[in-house]
């Protein structure tokens, strides 16, 4: 086994994995915040089948980076809240749509779980200016 630094001595370790990365990050994922509303579309086997199930719901968190990069999606189902743990340039992830986005001042939205329903949805709207 061959050691890659060695072969390229010029490129340092961190730029090798940056390399490797490259090849299997999606390149149309939008720019996602915490607070979007959104739209995911999950790639699901049944048997032989595969289809897309989509989850709306709204982003509480952000983690890592790069290929490693995860959302976690709230939503109320029948009254209950489900979060989801997505990582999204996983081969499973097929779609993101930003439904709408809110304007927040925090980096993790965790008292969203405490609020009721009605309370949740008074995230301000923020109006991105093109």
């Given at each position: 086994m061959t050691n890659l630094k060695e072969e390229v001595?010029?490129?340092s370790?961190?730029?090798i994995l940056d390399l490797v990365e490259e090849n299997y990050k999606k390149k149309n994922t939008a720019n996602l915040f915490v607070g979007d509303t959104v739209k995911i579309g999950v790639l699901?086997?049944?048997?032989?089948?595969?289809?897309?199930?989509?989850?709306?719901?709204?982003?509480?968190?952000?983690?890592?980076s790069g290929i490693n990069l995860t959302i976690y999606v709230r939503k109320v189902f029948q009254g209950i809240g489900v979060e989801r743990k997505?990582?999204?340039h996983s081969p499973k992830f097929e779609s993101i749509e930003i439904i709408k986005s809110?304007?927040?001042?925090?980096?993790?939205?965790?008292y969203l779980r405490k609020i009721t329903t009605t309370k949740g949805s008074r995230l301000k709207q923020r109006f991105n200016s093109k």
């Open positions: 001595p010029s490129l370790r961190k730029r699901i086997k049944e048997g032989n089948k595969e289809r897309v199930q989509y989850y709306q719901g709204i982003i509480l968190a952000k983690k890592n997505f990582l999204i809110a304007r927040v001042r925090r980096s993790k939205l965790y």
